[in-house]
Every structure is written in C-alpha cells, then in structure tokens.
C-alpha cells in the first residue's frame, strides 16, 4: 500500500485459515491498521491482492466486502451513538432484509415475521454479550466496556466469516480484558469464525491467538507461534530497541 | 449597576451599528416632486431604532435572568388512547371546517397543504437521511410539468398523470443522485442547487415543448370520479359533478375540492413517511447520518441507502407538483425559483429537522401568516429573516424537536 511517496505497507502476508485466531502486532505506525483497511476494503491496495476463500476481493470497496462475511471494529469504537443497543444491531441486519417498501409500508405478515427474527437474534446477541438490561440504552451512554461488546455484537450478527479486532482490548481493565480473552475464543469454538486481532496488550495476543505475524515500518519481520515470537531476535529489538 | 455599567460599551456599538444599517433602509427616502427628485430625512426612526438596540443591549443580563425561569412550552407526552383521540378529532376538524369557512381562506389552506406535502416530502431527505437538498423544487417542477405536458401533448387526466408524475421525479431524484451522491454536505447542496437551477433553465428553453417562459395554460382541474367540476361539461352530452348531485353549480364546490384532495395527499404522505422512519430503510437512514465508515463496514450501501431517501422525496415532490398544476390551471417556470426551495428548506428546517409534527405546523405557519399579515407585505421577507434568526438563536433545533421513535424490547420476552 503506497500512499503518494509513502510506502506505508509492503510485501505483508498474512494467511488466515478457518477458525484460526491470527494476531498482528508491531509498534505504532508500523502499519497494522492499513493491513486492515486494506483487507476490510475502505483502502485498495496499490499492489498485491486480497483472497477470501481463493476469490480475490481487494478493491471491491468496503461494504461488498463485509457483505461476502469479513467484518471489522474499529481502534475507536464506532457505534451509533445516539441509537440504542438494540437498533445498532437492527441496523447491522439491514443486508438481511428481504421485504420491499411495499411490504414494509403496508406491515405485512412477512414484512412482520422478519422484524421479529431481527429482533430474536438481537436479543440474543444481547444477552450473549451480557448487554440485555442496556437494550433499550443509546449506545453512546454505555459503559466503555459494553461498547467495546456491543461492537463485536454487532459485527457478529451478521454472520462474518471472517472477524477483524482492531485493539479490542484498549482502554479496558484488567477484569475486562480478560473477559474478552474468553470471549474471542468462544466466538471462534461456537460460531466457527476465523479472527484476525491487531492488539498491543501482549498478555491478550499471547494467551488468545494461534499464529502471530509481527510487523514493524511497514514490513513483516516475523511470523509464528506466540513460543516462537516471543523469542525471535528481531521482535525483542523491534520492541526493547538496539540493546 | 456594576453590570449594566459593564455592558454600557457593548450596548453603545450595537447602538451605533444599527444607527448605521438603519439609516439607508429608514431614514433616507427618495421623494418625488414633480419631475424633481428629493432625499428625505427620517431621523426620528434611525434614532428610535438605536435607543431600543441601546436598551435591549443594556438589559440583557438582567434579561437572561429573568427569561431563565421561562421553560419552552414541551409536547406533553400523551398515552397512545388520548394521542390517537386528539389526531382524530384535528383530522375531523380539518376535513369539515371549508364547509363553512370562506373561500379564500380554504383556498389558502390548500396552499399550505401542498406545502405541508413538499416539506415532508423534503423531510426525508434533509432530515431523515441528512442530505442537504438545496434543488428540491426542481422536482416540484418535474412533477408539474409532468402532468400539464401530458395533458397538453396527450391529453391526460389528472387522475392519469399523477403516478406518472410521482415516478418521474422520482425517476429524476435517481438519475440525479446516482452521480452526486457520494459528494456530502456543502459540496452536495451546491450541486442539488445546480441541478435545481438547470430544469429551470431547460423548461425555460425548451420553447417547442414547454412554452418556454410562458408555460402551459388551461390545464383541467381533477374530476371527481370522472365527472368534471365544471359549470358546462367539455365534451359534448357529459355529465358534470353538479348535475349529477342535482346541486346548483357553484365555484365553491371546486376550492372545496381541491382543499380535501391536498388534505388527502399531505395526509398520504405523512402516512407514508411516518411508517418509513418505523421500517429498516429508516433506521438505516439515521444510522447513516451518524456514522457512514460503520455503515459500510456492516455491508449497509451508503449509496442505495442515500438514493432511497433522495427518490422518495423527489417522488412526494412530484406528486405534489402535479396537484399544483390541476390547482393553478398554468404552470411556468417562475414558480420553480430557487427561492422556493428555499422555502421548503427554512419549513423543515423551522419545524425541527425530522420532525414531522414541526414540519406541518411550520408548514401551515409559513403560508398563513404572510396571507393574515398583508398589510405588512412590504416587509414580508424582513419578518421572515428576522423570524428565522430568532428561532436560529433561541431555538435551532426546531419548533418541535425530533423525538424519534426508538424501538424497544418487547416487553413479554423478558425474562
């Protein structure tokens, strides 16, 4: 990914198979976000693609993208704030819907029944995340951490294939953190979702993911298991600096 | 003391300051003598002017503490039995009551009726979906055209052209947006004001079709149920409205109408807009306005979604424009100005944006007032600058703020 004269992201390669929970981390700016903006479709890659299940998917802008199941949240969360909890995930069922204008205008029976699935899995979502008490809550009052949640939520309720954290685990206390450490991991036993995290908290990334791929200046440095990582030469100096 | 002192220099500029803009507007008068023209000093004003300036100025803290305690009058909030009693009983009202008014003020309130339809039509797009629309009468015009071309080259009824008329300009808000509508906020109000300013421009041109600057005259008023309002029937042996109901015919029968026929399509459309906010399309419009990077990360199309709201509106502006041509018996394009979208704009905007209560009640103000206040007529659009200040400095959230409705946890499914 070049932007201008920058070369932000070069030669990344990342492999994510099913229902593998891979982490990136680097230092700041080493160009983890951009990975994801460029997988996630908000950036078109200059050069080099990007294949979901062998078919290519770079460039097909961000939307399509998250409609063929690779979902993201966001390093700052992105709800709609001034939509209770309950219609974020509404909202975020807007690709399921299959009744016209018509049969919403005049409430029919169909248009009724698929209201009423919306609502089912929003309510289950809601109680899975534990955020039922705050359904009817505008998601800009709640609590950090139940934001956070209700992010996640919201990307899985439409079903993602492919799930992108982009730092969960920020701004978060201990108790929480470790919370989402069994979230993520149950996410991916129930629901059958791969999982790809940029995270900076090491106790998350080391105690959750499967494979780590570290980054630093825009380049992979290093790629493995967390064992592995932990003792490559070149992931101590990137984060200790020259000893 | 100490405060009012304080304030003594502020208050003295504003005083001067209005001293300054008053004197051109009130205080020099061109007279005419004869063939002899003469400056008239009217100082009197200017200085009246300044000394309240000077007063309100120097009073304002003070004021502030006195209004604080006055609280904007807010909707009481009504159980759903007395809220749906009180539509009701003004929906009652507003259909009998041209059976006893007198004509002109019927035929105003058509007026407003139409307007209560394009604001809630715009409505959609401005504050549903947040899309600054500055071209809206463009599809008023679209509307209107529609039908008096019809009628003029094929010789349509209204009851004929007005779907078609409806899914033309909707037609137009599609084409139209599908290529503005990735530009946002001020960059899309700009090009909407040239799309307006272009239709305009091309019924104005387009001589061999539309008449040009004169229009199209002598377009037929609806008929009711295919009998014509009219004191002799146009075609040899038909039968008109009057005689059909054995009544002596009279001109008020029409106004009337008309009245109950812009009642019907504003209540349509209030209808129509009222269930969309209620409908996923809705939610999906509020949740564009609040985050579109969100938007598209959940797979929501901010371009279907956006294109939605602008065809739905220009949709409402078509069926409107239509009614408008029947009404006026002649369209042109002076009535398609810039101005009057702007009109359409300041009632959304006055009502409270996505506010449908605030956007019929600025509506009806907005046509009413200046009718009650002709003897002011001269200082008509004064007012209406003055008004809009006002309200933007005491009031910018509208008349009646929105209070969308939010979906809630059935409360069965608790557990």
Known sequence: ??????????????????????????????????????????????????????????????????????????????????????????????????????????????????????MERSLHWLDYMGLREFANREAGNLAYGHQRRLEIARCMITEPKVLMLDEPAAGLNPQEKLDLQALIRQLRD?????????EHDMGLVMGVSERITVMEYGKPIAHGT?????????????????? | MQRLLLNLG????????????????????????????????????????????????????????????????????????????????????????????GRNAVDIATLAMIYVMLGLGLNIVVGFAGLLDLGFVGFYAVGAYTYALLFHWAGWSFWEALPLAGAVAAMFGFVLGF????????????????????????????????????????????????????????????????????????????????????????????????????????????ALREDEIACRSLGLSPMRIKLSAFTLGAMFAGFGGAFFAARQGIVNPESFTFIESALILAIVVLGGMGSQLGVIVAAILITVLPELAREFSEYRMLIFGLVMILMMVWRPQGLFPVTRPQVQVPQKTVT
């Open chain 1, 1 to 118: 990914m070049r932007f201008g004269g920058l070369l932000a992201v070069d030669s990344v390669n990342l492999e994510l198979s099913e229902k593998q929970i891979l982490a990136i981390i680097g230092p700041n700016g080493a160009g983890k976000t951009t990975v994801f903006n460029c997988i996630s479709g908000f950036y078109t890659p200059t050069s080099g693609n990007v294949l979901l299940q062998g078919q290519s998917i770079a460039g097909l802008g961000s939307h399509t993208v998250a409609r063929k199941g690779v979902v993201r949240t966001f390093q700052n969360v992105r709800l709609f704030k001034r939509m209770t909890a309950l219609e974020n995930l509404l909202v975020a069922q807007h690709q399921k819907n299959r009744a016209s204008v018509l049969a919403g205008l005049f409430n029919t029976p169909s248009f009724r029944r698929q209201e009423a699935e919306a």
């Open chain 1, 190 to 198: 129930q629901y059958g979702v791969a999982i790809l995290l940029i």
């Open chain 1, 226 to 243: 967390p064992e592995e990582v932990r003792n490559n030469e070149r992931v101590i100096k990137a984060y200790l600096g020259e000893a």
């Open chain 2, 10 to 101: 502020p208050a003295l500029m504003a005083a001067v300051i209005t001293a300054l803009v008053v004197t051109p507007i009130f205080g020099l008068q061109l007279q005419r003598v004869g063939g002899q023209m003469s400056l008239e000093y009217h100082w009197s004003y200017v200085l009246w002017a300044a000394l309240i300036v000077f007063v309100v100025q120097l009073l304002k803290p003070a004021l502030k503490v006195a209004t604080k305690s006055i609280v904007f009058p807010r909707l009481p909030s009504l159980s759903p039995g007395v809220r749906n009693a009180l539509i009701f009983a003004t929906l009652l009202m507003a259909v009998s009551w041209p059976f006893f008014a």
């Open chain 2, 179 to 286: 290529p503005v509508l990735r530009l946002r906020g001020d960059y899309l109000a700009i090009v909407t004001l040239g799309f307006g300013e272009i239709i305009r421009l091309l019924l104005i041109n387009l001589n061999d079709w539309t008449g040009g600057p004169d229009g199209i005259s002598g377009i037929p008023k609806p008929t009711v149920m295919g009998f014509e309002m009219t004191r002799n029937a146009s075609v040899e042996g038909g039968t008109t409205f009057h005689q059909l109901m054995g009544w002596e015919f009279s001109s008020v029968h029409m106004v009337i109408f008309l009245y109950l026929m812009a009642l019907m399509l504003a209540m349509v459309t209030l209808w129509i807009s009222n269930r969309l906010i209620r409908m996923p399309i809705g939610r999906a419009w509020e």
